[in-house]
């Protein structure tokens, strides 16, 4: 009775198909996977695609979509292809989307986790210094960075990360505050394990799951300020994003509609593929509804 | 008891409820027939997980379905069959005819609306009566169950007052209405023994004087043999035994109901094992820890509570020192004191003669090793993303083991703890709380200590499995002789595995003495109360020297 065989335990599935089969019950998540799937096969095809080049001439100005096979999607106002722009435009969304997430999480769990571990005053300090960065609206801050640095697209993905950490931070923070009493941790202490080990490998692999789910969110805004940012101007001219696109597009938006539309369905469903999936993360990873 | 003639208030028919697909068996419950005569308290017992909870929702009709629900049998209450009602006839029955007190009243008690609101909430629903005559009536009801100062407690909001009298007005609430049957689920588990055993009389007496009909759910053969009438043993939702308390109590039949029973803690504490001549290992004199209290911006600094006052014991080797006491006595502070899991104000303590509570930091980590802790709730305190192996070695490695040979290490140590080598592989989640435990006492053993700090370690744990994890640690105990400071609420468990005990009553140790003695002539008022609230005092186990327990 008191000795386990190895036949008593339930049978142990790979992490991954219990993910996956978590997953796969919200049909909405596996959409947001799909269209997610093909952004990715887009920046992928790029290379492919000719024209290589999108900021190259490709024929006449204007010319209307699914006319000429040789530019499908047709042409803006100085010719180019808008087909090929949309193709390199999700290497640039992509890249920025990832990039700016990493940093604002890599801030946002640093910050989190010591004023969540330690409290006290190093929670005070940083807790204000987050609400300072809070309390400016993110895309004036995002707007005044940008001006200081310049608009090459390391400093846009660079500036983007800095507006947009303070969520994670504050998420992380709760997190570790719940976490850092719990018995398995005091356990952990009790070892004699020291506070970096027990920040990074006790406590942080229980806080993250969360913070994973939100930086799905993250990265459909990192998507979206990019593109704000273009439309306004502020882009990198050298990178075909769709931003750019957008703000070019807006010139001719009365009778050349379609030069602004098709980028701008491009970020629409990029960034609805994050939110779903998302979602779909925070189903699986959520404890409170882990069952099967 | 009642007599033959009269009919039952509920009558439950070969009910059967079923669970979802994937579930740990299809059916939660499997052919349950039971009655509840007007004025009979019926015990039903099991242990977590024997469908006994459920049997209440399928009564009050509140399974939560589609997922689980009732897929046969009958309830008939007082003559009517619950199926044959509508949803509408079934509320005006519930909270008039039959009501529930639950487990926790701070949960079941909307923490928004005072008290007496909450208990005038069933007189509006129900009754017809005016705003006057219902206040009266809700004040007369805080009387009856001996809350003292009714119509200033009617203004209170729940968390105002304390979990005794939450209780209370929660069975206010529930017999407001003179109900024909309550359903009580577990209501004491979450209540100190002393105030256990107030609301325990406090049902009893409100219930003969108004002769209902009380199913009252318990996992605790104390508490059965406290307030039953009759009894039914449930086991993974199935019926064993039904009987009159006496009988199921001292002459059980079925095999499963006598391993229960053998595994409940006997009162009479073994012969005391002299240790005058065993060294001191852990000395703590004079611990004092206040908790200061968070004044607000405006409200300044409030005065702190006083947690541990004065605390001063010795643990000599291979001795079992119990700290025994109810919650907000200060017990478990003192163990996170000594671990120094937390900093106390004043005081000494020392290990071997070697103080512990002014070390370097690193002196502090090797100090670990020395001392170690198994913690109350096993879930808790095993970090879920790691294996099995991880666990217990980490410690080891920490202290610069190295980390292959302390995975073999921690491997021969699931032998120790009776677990299969194949448990090495597994994550904590995978395990019984019973496993968990033991995963737990191999991780304190993988650091070879001199003292083992257990707080509350089977508390969370059923009463069969409590009594297997009791014997490994008091074997272990032996073996390596070990010295085990053991904090725990339960006077049974401590009567049967201490040697010594500290009793503690609001930060202050009361008593302390050799266990037997303790138990037999208690001197301080606090001991003896603590003493005389344990429920089911006057009933001895009876022993089986043939079961397989």
């Known amino acids: 009775m008191t000795l386990v065989d190895a036949a008593d335990l339930p049978p142990e599935d790979s992490r991954l198909r219990v993910f996956w089969r978590r997953y796969r019950r919200n049909r909405a998540a596996v959409l947001g996977l799909i269209l997610l799937g093909a952004v990715i096969l887009m920046a992928l095809v790029a290379g492919i695609y000719e024209p290589v080049d999108p900021l190259r001439r490709a024929g006449d100005p204007l010319a209307r979509p699914f006319v000429d096979w040789a530019t ?12 090929a722009g949309i193709l390199h435009g999700a290497r640039i969304s992509l890249m920025i989307g990832v990039v ?20 006290g005053w190093v929670d005070d300090v940083l807790m204000r210094v987050t609400e300072a960065f809070q309390t400016i609206p993110n895309f004036v801050l995002l707007l005044a960075l940008v001006a200081i640095l310049g608009s090459q697209i390391e400093n846009i993905v660079l500036a983007i990360g800095i507006v947009s950490w303070t969520a994670p931070a504050r998420l992380a923070r709760a997190e570790f505050m719940s976490l850092r009493n719990r018995e398995f941790v005091e356990a952990a202490r009790n070892l004699g394990v020291g506070d970096a080990s027990l920040i990074f490998r006790e406590i942080l692999p229980n806080a993250l799951p969360p913070v994973v789910v939100y930086a799905s969110v993250i990265m459909a805004l990192a998507i979206l300020l990019e593109s704000a940012l273009a439309f306004l101007g502020l882009g990198d001219p050298n990178y075909a994003s769709w931003g750019n696109m957008i703000g070019q597009g807006r010139a001719v938006l009365r009778d050349s509609f379609y030069v602004a539309l098709i980028p701008g369905l491009a970020i629409i469903f990029t960034v609805l593929s994050f939110s779903l999936l998302g979602e779909g993360l925070n189903e699986v990873l959520n404890p409170r509804q882990k069952k099967g | 008891m009642s007599e033959m003639s009269v009919s039952p208030v509920l009558q439950i028919e070969n009910l059967q409820i079923s669970l979802p697909a994937g579930a740990d068996r299809p059916h939660a419950l499997e052919g349950l027939s039971l009655t509840v005569n007007p004025g009979e308290v019926v015990c039903l017992v099991g242990e977590s997980g024997s469908g006994k909870s459920l049997a209440a929702g399928a009564i009050m009709r509140l399974l939560p379905e589609p997922l689980v629900r009732k897929t046969g049998g009958t309830v008939i209450f007082e003559g009517r069959d619950l199926d044959e009602l509508s949803e509408r006839e079934m509320r005006a029955l519930r909270g008039e005819r039959m009501s529930m007190i639950f487990q926790e009243p701070m949960t079941a008690l909307n923490p928004q609306k005072s008290v007496g609101w909450q208990i005038d909430e ?11 005559e219902r206040r009266a009536r809700v004040i007369e009801m805080l009387g009856q169950v001996k809350i003292p100062d009714p119509a200033s407690a009617c203004n209170a909001y729940p968390h105002q007052v304390s979990g005794g009298q939450r209780q209370r007005v929660m069975i206010a609430m529930a017999l407001i209405l003179q109900p024909k049957l309550v359903i009580a689920d577990e209501p004491t588990t979450a209540l100190d023994v002393t105030t256990q055993l107030e609301i325990l009389k406090l049902i009893r007496e409100l219930q003969e004087r108004e002769g209902t009909g009380i199913l009252f759910i318990t996992h605790d053969f104390g508490v059965v043999a406290e307030i039953a009438d009759r009894v039914a043993v449930l086991r993974e939702g199935l019926l064993v035994e039904e009987g009159p308390a006496r009988e199921v109590l001292n002459a059980p039949r079925h095999p499963y109901t006598r391993a229960l029973i053998a595994a409940v803690p006997s009162l009479r504490p073994p012969r005391p094992r002299d240790f005058s001549g065993a060294p001191v290992v852990l000395k703590a004199e004079n611990i004092v820890k206040t908790y200061k209290a968070r004044g607000s911006f405006f409200s300044g600094k409030r005065a702190g509570v006083r947690a541990v006052d004065d605390v001063s014991f010795d643990l000599r080797r291979s001795e079992t020192l119990g700290i025994v006491g109810e919650s907000g006595s200060g017990k478990t502070t003192v163990s996170r004191c000594v671990t120094r899991l937390l900093e106390c104000d004043s005081g000494r303590a020392s290990l071997d003669g070697r103080d512990i509570l002014h070390l370097s930091a690193k002196a502090l980590r090797a100090m670990r090793s020395e001392i170690q802790m198994v913690f109350q709730d096993p ?14 070695a980490q410690g080891p490695i920490v202290h610069g083991a190295d980390p292959a040979e302390a995975r073999a290490k921690a491997r021969e140590l699931l032998a120790l703890v009776e677990l299969s080598p194949a448990a090495a592989e597994r994550f904590p989640h995978e395990f019984s709380g019973g496993q968990r435990q033991r995963i737990g006492i191999a991780r304190a053993l993988a650091m070879e200590p001199k003292v083992i700090v257990a707080d509350e370690p089977v508390s969370a744990l059923d009463v069969s499995v409590q009594a297997q994890v009791l014997r490994l640690l008091a074997d272990l105990r032996d073996r390596l002789d070990l010295s085990l400071l053991f904090v725990t609420h339960d006077l049974r468990v401590a009567s049967q595995l201490c040697d010594r005990i500290v009793v503690m009553e609001r930060g202050r140790v009361v008593e302390q003495g050799v266990t037997a003695e303790v138990f037999a002539n208690p001197r301080h008022a606090y001991t003896r109360k603590l003493l005389s609230s344990i429920p089911g005092r006057d009933w001895t186990p009876p022993s089986f020297r043939d079961d397989a327990a």
């Open chain 1, 72 to 83: 499908p999607l047709g042409t803006d106002q100085l010719g180019r292809d808008i087909l």
């Open chain 1, 100 to 119: 700016a997430t990493s940093i604002s999480i890599t801030i946002g769990v640093a910050v989190g986790a010591c004023a969540g571990y330690f409290g």
């Open chain 2, 122 to 132: 069933v007189l509006r629903l129900h009754t017809g009566l005016s705003g006057k």
């Open chain 2, 379 to 392: 879930m808790a305190s095993l970090n879920p993303r790691k294996r099995v192996v991880d666990l217990i």
